[in-house]
């Protein structure tokens, strides 16, 4: 299932991009 919580991440990461533009990421450590 570490597939399954890697996609989770990237849509996560995704997501983040786009709620944050120009900003900073943000971390990735539920």
């Known amino acids: ?3 399954g919580e890697r ?3 990237a849509v ?3 997501i ?3 709620t944050t533009p120009g900003s900073a990421p943000l971390p ?3």
């Open 12 to 14: 996560l990461d995704q």
């Open 28 to 30: 990735t450590s539920f």
């Open 7 to 9: 996609a989770t991440r």
């Open 16 to 18: 983040a991009d786009v």
């Open 1 to 3: 299932l570490w597939v």
